[in-house]
């Protein structure tokens, strides 16, 4: 399950089961959203975007939700594999400049064999 | 492999001592940014570079200082850093001509503060 508190949220899933990770943004003005995964002594790299105008995307074995209403996105991971276990950052294009990222917080998703 | 090249990936430096980052992207990207990044916490930007011009420093100290020399070059300049500047810096780059791209980051370089 997720929990959440101090520490980084963490979500432990079996492998070949669905992951979902959760992430609440803050700006409701925010028009463009994108999917991190950051493996430990990497930077994060880029899984799937998803602008404003939509509602779901969909990748290899990845799908990005975007609830605009309540400001929330979430990341589904198909078939999950132990190469997944890392830690998952929403990043949101905080409207007015077209640079500025804000991450959120990061979960940490660990997959068992 | 990530086509954002940073150099060194470690390094280990006094107070007094002066040190740069490097960065290096050859995907025609004219944005490039700077981020800092603690330990189990999210990447902070610091400063963006966009055509080669400074856009955004986001209240950096400066003792760090950002330098863009040419379109596929991007250097971090250290000088008398204090311990709490330990961290991962992490190189990132997007493409300019279009709004709504995704930065492609490096593997950063670790940085430690003696």
């Known amino acids: 399950g997720e929990s959440v508190g101090l520490h980084l949220p963490t979500l432990s899933v079996q492998e070949g089961d669905n992951s979902i990770i959760n992430c609440a943004y803050s700006n409701s003005a925010s028009d463009y959203f994108i999917w991190y995964k950051q493996e430990s002594g990497k930077g994060p790299q880029f899984i799937i975007d998803i602008r404003s105008n939509m509602d779901k995307r969909q990748g290899q074995r990845v799908t990005v939700l975007l609830n605009k209403t309540v400001k929330h996105l979430s990341l589904q991971i198909a078939a999950t594999q132990p190469g997944d276990s890392a830690v998952y950052f929403c990043a949101e294009n905080s409207g007015g400049s077209n640079y500025k990222l804000t991450f959120g917080k990061g979960t940490l998703l660990t997959v068992n064999p | 492999d990530t086509e954002v090249t940073q150099t060194p990936k470690h390094l280990v430096m006094g107070m007094t001592n002066k040190k740069s980052l490097k960065c290096e992207q050859h995907?025609?990207?004219?944005?490039m940014y700077w981020y800092k990044q603690k330990a189990k916490k999210p990447p902070e930007l610091m400063f963006v570079?966009?055509?080669?011009?400074?856009?955004i420093n986001e209240s950096v100290p400066s003792r760090f200082s950002p330098e863009c020399p040419n379109s596929s070059l991007l250097n971090l300049h250290l000088h008398a850093l204090q311990p709490e500047d330990s961290a991962l810096y992490l190189c990132?780059?997007?493409?300019?001509?279009?709004?709504?791209?995704?930065?492609?980051f490096g593997d950063g370089t670790r940085l430690s503060i003696l």
């Open positions: 990132a780059s997007s493409q300019r001509d279009s709004s709504n791209q995704p930065q492609h």
């Open positions: 570079y966009s055509y080669e011009k400074l856009s």
């Open positions: 995907m025609g990207h004219r944005a």
